[in-house]
């Protein structure tokens, strides 16, 4: 297995090392919640969990979106948006299509089909 192929499309870190930081996020936060909440820090512990829901939800939506980039072709974006040239409103007519995409996906998925 080539050493790219386990990178995402956008040349961000391998897939294997976010899933191990998301891991090690949820092992760790929980930890250091508990243990502020202990030591009487509310509010350091209301910040953690906080920052590590944020990163979760982050990081589940990124993947999510990176699933719906693959399944959109070029072919299948002509077919949808009316009007390729116009290229916001071809970025809003595929996030209403498909809610999966973030706003950078949804234009790399357009600028990809023009």
């Known amino acids: 297995m080539a050493a790219s192929s386990s990178k995402d499309r956008r040349g961000g870190p391998p897939d294997r090392t976010i899933r191990w930081a998301t891991v090690a996020v949820c092992v760790a936060a929980p930890i250091l919640a508990v243990a502020a909440a202990v030591d009487g820090h509310w509010w350091q512990a209301v910040v953690v969990v906080v920052l590590a829901a944020f990163y979760v939800r982050t990081t589940v939506r990124g993947r999510r979106s990176r699933r719906a980039v693959s399944e959109w072709t070029p ?24 809610r999966r995409l973030t706003l950078a996906d949804a234009v790399a998925v357009v600028t990809a089909a023009e």
């Open 75 to 98: 072919e299948r974006v002509r077919e949808v948006v009316a009007d390729p040239t116009d290229s916001v409103r071809a970025v809003r007519v595929l996030r209403d299509r498909d």
